[in-house]
């Protein structure tokens, strides 16, 4: 069992919503869709469900084409951020719609039923109407409703993004396991690398309607082909920097200069750019190769357990996420520091040349 897209776009009134795409998601694997706002995660899904007709391309399911078919002729569900539920029926009710439909037999519809309610602690509320239940739970109702339709394609459109967040660390790791168990193709849509990360699986990364890269989880984070996927799995965004390269030396405009190393000594002379994730800067100096660069402090944020300082760097606007709680003054110049091993190397044309050592050794 495969979903299989060839060449396949949309394109409303002149404006391009999704590129010309090609994609292969396999049965029993958990693809996330990871992307900011308006990058075309929900486009994406909504041609993948046949909710909308590719501009250009086919789409081929187990094989078949299924370009023209309707959706309600497909084995789909699709669950949105906006939890959507019948309010007449009770909770068991809606959970069961889908199998009353498909003529599945009382005693399995009760069993599934119960079952999927469990799972999403909704047992007590069976027979609640969905108006009773607070926000999070009737988003639950939805996904069981989804999850006992043994549908060959799940697709979940930022599900838990209403959710509290005990709740959607414990769905997190659930639901991969429950629809990686039944065999079907999973698509879950995020803004959050680190949703993407805890979700593992495969990530397709989305920018302005193209999918920049597509691959396992862990190496789509580590070695990104470009500036673009690495800026889209990165929260806060990676900070990038102009650097040089000259005969074996790193030169990044303030005195500093690493070590040409591994691919980087093959590069030919000139112009090049560093990218470094937020995590990576420090405000003090752990190792003596460190790099150090001169900013100001624009804004400083405390989470609880970490600070995120907003610096001004020469005009370059940079984000750090430094362990503990700092209170540092603002407008004031903050020196930050930067392991070489931390530092991935992009040519002019925004293409990985070198990713950073230490995403190599993990």
């Known amino acids: 069992m495969s979903l299989e897209l060839k060449g396949v776009s949309k394109i409303v009134e002149g404006q391009t919503h999704i590129a010309p795409t090609?994609?292969?998601?396999?049965?029993?694997?958990?693809?996330?869709?990871?992307?900011?706002?308006?990058?075309?995660?929900?486009?994406?899904?909504?041609?993948?469900?046949?909710l909308d007709a590719p501009s250009t391309g086919k789409i081929f399911w187990e094989g078949n084409d299924v370009t023209g078919m309707r959706v309600q002729d497909r084995k789909v569900a699709m669950v949105y951020q906006q939890f959507i539920n019948y309010p007449s029926m009770t909770v068991y009710q809606n959970i069961a719609s889908p199998m009353?439909?498909?003529?599945?037999?009382?005693?399995?519809?009760?069993?599934?039923?119960?079952?999927?309610?469990?799972?999403?602690?909704?047992?007590?509320?069976?027979?609640?109407?969905?108006?009773?239940?607070?926000?999070?739970?009737?988003?639950?109702?939805?996904?069981?409703?989804?999850?006992?339709?043994?549908?060959?394609?799940?697709?979940?459109?930022?599900?838990?993004?209403n959710l509290d967040y005990k709740l959607r660390e414990e769905l997190r790791v659930e639901i991969p396991k429950i629809f990686e168990a039944s065999g079907s193709i999973f698509v879950y849509a995020t803004t959050e690398p680190e949703e993407a990360l805890l979700l593992g699986g495969h990530t397709a990364t989305l920018w302005e309607g193209r999918v920049t890269q597509f691959g396992p989880t862990p190496e789509v984070y580590r070695q990104p082909l470009d500036a673009t996927t690495a800026r889209v799995f990165s929260d806060p965004p990676m900070n990038f920097l102009q650097i040089s390269k000259t005969g074996d030396r790193l030169m990044f405009g303030e005195g500093q200069s690493a070590p040409a190393t591994g691919k980087l000594k093959d590069l030919p002379d000139g112009r090049c750019m560093a990218g470094f994730r937020p995590n990576h800067l420090e405000i003090l100096q752990h190792e003596p190769e460190a790099l150090r660069f001169r900013t100001q402090l624009q804004v400083s944020e405390l989470t609880g357990s970490e600070t995120f300082v907003h610096l001004d760097h020469h005009g370059e606007r940079w984000v750090g996420l430094v362990s503990g709680v700092h209170d540092l003054p603002l407008g004031e110049p903050l020196d930050v520091w930067l392991s070489p091993r931390h530092v991935y190397v992009f040519g002019e044309n925004g293409e990985l040349v070198a990713p950073a050592a230490y995403a190599l050794a993990a």
């Not at 994609?23 to 694997?29: F, K, P, S, Y």
């Open 22 to 50: 090609d994609l292969t998601l396999a049965n029993g694997t958990m693809n996330v869709l990871l992307g900011p706002t308006l990058s075309g995660k929900t486009s994406l899904m909504r041609l993948m469900a046949g």
């Open 100 to 161: 009353k439909l498909m003529g599945v037999d009382r005693a399995e519809i009760d069993r599934r039923v119960r079952e999927s309610a469990e799972l999403m602690k909704l047992t007590p509320f069976l027979q609640r109407k969905p108006l009773e239940l607070s926000g999070g739970q009737q988003q639950r109702c939805a996904l069981a409703r989804a999850l006992v339709k043994n549908a060959g394609l799940v697709l979940l459109d930022e599900p838990l993004a």
